[in-house]
């Protein structure tokens, strides 16, 4: 008997759980229960979505501001770069500076105290008084025994010297020789 009592109340017992077990079951798996966990786990998404992509926007604006100054930046040397090729595209033209050829000033001589003849200018306000040595003496006027730079490289061209060798003969730039040759040019 002890065995029967004891299946009885085995049978008793696990038809409790089984109906307690069925009752949760259903309670927690019910179209409405579940709806609403499914519910409550697509909003979770939603949210961190949202996050997600609004942080994105975020650096992607300051990346696209950022690329702005760069371009404009861009933009500038560029337009500095066109301007600096236009300048150096462009042949540089030198022109003769035009000269003022001074009026040649008129002189009076007259003979001075111990037979030095003095020479004076006329028609200024100011007479100059210029000493010129008497006829036969052996000082003669101070004249520049030294050749302006222009003379000296017109002088080593007229020899065939090139640019170049103009530069180092005379020790100027090679671009102050240049400019003198081309403000000069040999006449055919």
Request: aromatic residues 4%; glycine residues 4%.
């Amino acid at each position: 008997m002890s065995f029967a009592v004891l299946l009885g109340l085995n049978l008793i017992v696990w038809t409790v759980f089984y109906l307690v077990f069925r009752a949760q079951l259903r309670k927690s798996m019910g179209s409405a229960e579940l709806l609403k966990e499914i519910r409550i786990e697509i909003d979770q998404l939603v949210k961190e979505l949202n996050l997600t992509a609004e942080r994105n926007i975020g650096v992607l604006e300051e990346r696209l501001g950022r690329l702005d100054v760069l371009l404009k930046k861009a933009d500038q040397r560029l337009t500095l770069l066109a301007k600096e090729d236009d300048k150096r595209s462009t042949p540089l033209i030198y022109t003769r500076p035009k000269t003022v050829v001074p009026e040649k000033p008129e002189f009076e001589k007259e003979t001075g105290p111990l037979g030095v003849a003095l020479v004076t200018q006329k028609g200024s306000a100011r007479e100059e008084l210029h000493v010129v040595p008497p006829a036969g003496s052996q000082e003669t006027p101070a004249e520049p025994s030294e050749q302006t730079l222009r003379q000296r490289v017109l002088n080593l061209r007229a020899q065939g010297f090139s640019a170049e060798e103009i530069a180092q003969q005379t020790q100027a730039a090679l671009a102050e020789v240049e400019l003198i040759l081309s403000l000069y040019p040999l006449r055919a």
